[in-house]
């Protein structure tokens, strides 16, 4: 997390520390025990405690008093789900993808942007699926990812100042961009090209190419990608996939048109930005 991200996260009071607390119980992605919680929180033991029982109170976490674990709670789920329908891009992007993955052979992802970072909503495998991070619901950096960088690269200045403040530029392969300046110099490069690839910059073996879903008005709600490994393509293949990628996109950003969705990362009033 970086120092700007606490910063905001400290101004936010209860609420923002709670939410805190639940993005720790979820990231284990099973159940964890007060032992675990506490050593990846910066929270006293007590307030830490006192976060946990409210939220268990509350129904957004569950509490085992066998096992002495924490997990998400049923309510915490209807939310998620209530959000996944009415916020999210999947609904509408469904049979688009589904579409796409048939057309393309290869693993489909779909995504959007979350406090700079890749939410990934969807993901259709097909009939060669491949072992790799993303994941729906799975958050992931944007920095070395293709579909992260799609959608980096056609946001605003101000919007895509505040994104690049929020990246770790954590190396996670050699060919890892792990500083603005180099980000920033690829990101022009793919506004003017329109898609992005991912070059093994997250996970050795995987390559994507990517391309930003974008609103009437220009603004970005989402981004695809084509997944493949290089044992079996080359980002040259990969790259031929360009035109069913843009298809996808312009027919989901139609799509979105008359559902009201909400624009990602721009700004919805003059001086408000939404990254």
């Known amino acids: 997390m970086t120092a700007q991200r606490r910063e905001q996260q400290a101004g936010d009071g209860t609420i923002g520390k709670a939410v805190t607390v639940l993005d720790l119980v979820a990231g284990f992605e099973r159940p964890v025990r007060f032992n675990e919680l ?36 049923l309510r915490l789920m209807r939310l998620a ?28 992802h779909l995504a959007q942007l979350d406090a700079g970072q890749v939410l990934y909503v969807d993901k259709r495998v097909p009939s060669r ?27 605003d200045a101000v919007a895509l100042d505040r994104a690049v403040a929020l990246q770790s530029f954590y190396r996670f392969t050699p060919h ?10 690829e990101l022009a490069e793919i506004r003017k090209r329109g898609y992005a690839f991912d070059r ?22 989402g981004a695809l990608s084509v997944t493949s490994v290089t044992a079996r393509k080359t980002l040259d293949e990969l790259e031929t996939m360009v035109p069913l990628l843009r298809e996808a996109a312009g027919r989901i950003s139609k799509d979105t048109e008359a559902w009201r969705f909400p624009d990602q990362g721009q700004a919805r009033d003059k001086g408000e930005s939404n990254v």
Not at 130 to 152: D, N, R, W, Y
């Open 129 to 155: 699926p491949i072992e790799m991070f993303s994941q729906a619901g799975k958050v992931g950096p944007a920095h070395c990812t293709g579909v992260g960088k799609a959608m980096l690269a056609f946001l």
């Open 38 to 73: 506490r050593e990846g929180s910066d929270y006293p033991k007590a307030t830490l405690y006192r976060l946990l029982q409210t939220l268990t109170n509350q129904g957004l976490l569950a509490f085992d008093p066998e096992r002495q674990t924490y997990a998400p709670g």
């Open 200 to 221: 093994e910059e997250h996970e050795p073996g995987i390559i994507c190419v990517a391309m930003p879903i974008l609103s009437a008005r220009d603004r970005v709600i």
């Open 176 to 185: 890892t961009l792990t500083d603005a300046e180099s980000l920033r110099a």
């Open 81 to 108: 789900h209530a959000a996944w329908e009415q916020a999210s891009l999947a609904p509408v992007a469904r049979p688009h993808l589904a579409r796409l993955a048939v057309q393309a052979g290869e693993t489909v």
